[in-house]
Nanobody, 115 residues
Framework: VQLQASGGGLVQAGGSLRLSCKVS????????GNWFRQAPGKEREFVAR????????YYVDSVKGRLTISRDIAKNTVHLQMDSLKPEDTAVYYC?????????WGQGTQVTVSS
């Protein structure tokens, strides 16, 4: 299983970015699609999750109402629409495909929000 993240970049505060995570090597099935992030000097933290089969979502409180996770079943891709970005959203963003017993990680993509 391979995950390829893309879509990061530099944006001003209040702007938007859309991250994508393409999964290859298998279908998602009962997996969850996740986004995590790691800011400089901080531990990696959970951002959002989507159930691949049912589409239910869950977010960390700090991003609710601003970030939206979605999945494209036909393209085996998970997206993270990021609106109203803040400087504190600056981090390397990682996608992951997880079940209760296994996790596959993609490489990170840098998101930088300038004030």
């Amino acid at each position: 299983v391979q995950l390829q993240a893309s879509g990061g970049g530099l944006v001003q505060a209040g702007g938007s970015l859309r991250l994508s995570c393409k999964v290859s090597g298998r279908t998602f099935g009962s997996y969850y699609g996740n986004w995590f992030r790691q800011a400089p000097g901080k531990e990696r933290e959970f951002v959002a999750r989507i159930s691949w089969s049912g589409g239910s979502t869950y977010y960390v409180d700090s991003v609710k109402g601003r970030l939206t996770i979605s999945r494209d079943i036909a393209k085996n891709t998970v997206h993270l629409q990021m609106d109203s970005l803040k400087p504190e959203d600056t981090a390397v963003y990682y996608c992951a495909a997880t079940t209760a017993s296994v996790a596959y990680w993609g490489q990170g993509t840098q998101v930088t929000v300038s004030s």
